[in-house]
């Protein structure tokens, strides 16, 4: 198991990821993501922007996750404990259905950690959709904390911060 960054030659083989995440998603009632998001130039950006990381498991890619400084406008009505420091922004994190509930999500976070903390940033922010209970746990389980709400296209979403 290694995490790297994505290649365009990537691009396939993580829509492939996204869409087998998505179907899985949409036939347990979630309806975070669908084929608008993250779609095929989204996830191009990501992979030209150097910031989309890929966590491979027997030269498969088992899940992704994005780390960058970009975020919605509505962040800035959140009360963040970390008002002086650079934070890094989670975005994507998706593992494939064949590799969910064997620890990848929980290792690509540590790794957002480390990255982030190796890049001279003080805390990582992120957002997940209020009715995705896995990620939910996932982020609660991991010491982040809530910091309030959102809402983007989809409806609410809960927002958290972790102080590295």
């Not at 650079?86 to 593992?95: E, P």
């Not at 957002?112 to 990620?135: P, V, W």
């Not at 010491?143 to 709400?149: A, D, H, M, N, Q």
Request: charged share 25%; hydrophobic share 40%.
């Amino acid at each position: 198991m290694e995490i790297t960054k994505a290649f365009l030659s990537d691009i396939p083989e993580i829509m492939s990821l996204i869409r087998a995440a998505v179907a899985k998603m949409i036939a347990g009632g979630l309806y975070q993501w669908d084929d608008q998001y993250p779609n095929i130039e989204i996830i191009t950006d990501d992979v030209n922007a150097g910031t989309l990381f890929k966590i491979s498991v027997k030269k498969r890619i088992a899940g992704v996750i994005v780390l960058n400084e970009q975020y919605f406008p509505q962040y800035n009505d959140l009360e963040w404990e970390d008002k002086e420091g650079k934070f890094m922004i989670v975005h994507r994190l998706c593992v494939h259905p064949d590799y969910q509930g064997q620890g990848y999500s929980q290792k690509l976070m540590h790794f957002a950690e480390e990255h982030t903390k190796k890049n001279g940033y003080s805390s990582i922010r992120l957002d997940t959709f209020m009715s995705n209970q896995r990620a939910l746990a996932l982020y609660d389980s991991l010491s982040y904390r809530r910091v309030g709400t959102v809402i983007f296209r989809k409806g609410l979403f809960q927002c958290f911060e972790k102080i590295l």
